[in-house]
């Protein structure tokens, strides 16, 4: 899991909730949209 350690990435920010929204939360949308699109490219239509 990318983000196991997400809790102590957060409390190391001067600003947790910016990098959260600015780093992390992107971060984790694009994950999503790769492996959707890669389980989508597997599956049969």
């Known amino acids: 899991m990318m983000f196991s350690n997400e809790q102590e ?7 947790p909730i910016r990098f959260n929204d600015e780093i992390l939360y ?3 949308v694009r994950i999503n949209d ?12």
Do not use: F, I, V
Not at 9 to 15: C, E, N, R, V
Not at 38 to 45: N, V
């Open 9 to 15: 990435l957060l409390a190391l920010q001067d600003d």
């Open 26 to 28: 992107p971060e984790k």
């Open 34 to 45: 790769c492996t959707t699109a890669h389980a989508a490219k597997r599956s049969p239509e």
